[in-house]
Nanobody, 126 residues
Framework: QVQLVESGGGLVQTGGSLRLSCAAS????????KGWFRQAPGKEREFVAA????????YYADSVKGRFTISRDNAKNTVFLQMNSLKPRDTAVYFCAAAAGVSVSTVKQVDVYNYWGQGTQVTVSS
């Protein structure tokens, strides 16, 4: 059974930091693009960041560029999201995802990702 399990969420004050992890099991995702998405109450799921299979290419939403960093450790089948300078608007459930076939033009699209985790809550207090 393929599973993506996120961890590292929590409550943090404005300006604080969190590091999310997503561990995969059931198969190897080393050749997959890995992404992070988030969904706030009443809003659609939105793209946050993605990383190519090699880690050589990264993509970010404009809203998090310069504050968040995505990375991956293929040996551990794990992807990370380092979140700094957090703001209340970053409050959401954060999901990791894996995609087998994406392009630069589709990497930010929710529907191209084949596997999803259950999500981890991030709450930033003002």
């Amino acid at each position: 059974q393929v599973q993506l399990v996120e961890s590292g969420g929590g409550l943090v004050q404005t300006g604080g930091s969190l590091r999310l992890s997503c561990a995969a099991s059931g198969r190897t995702f080393s050749s997959y693009v890995k992404g992070w998405f988030r969904q706030a109450p009443g809003k659609e799921r939105e793209f946050v960041a993605a990383i190519s299979w090699s880690g050589g290419f990264t993509y970010y939403a404009d809203s998090v560029k310069g504050r968040f960093t995505i990375s991956r450790d293929n040996a551990k089948n794990t992807v990370f999201l380092q979140m700094n300078s957090l703001k209340p608007r970053d409050t959401a459930v954060y999901f990791c995802a894996a995609a087998a076939g994406v392009s630069v033009s589709t990497v930010k699209q929710v529907d191209v990702y084949n596997y999803w985790g259950q999500g981890t809550q991030v709450t930033v207090s003002s």
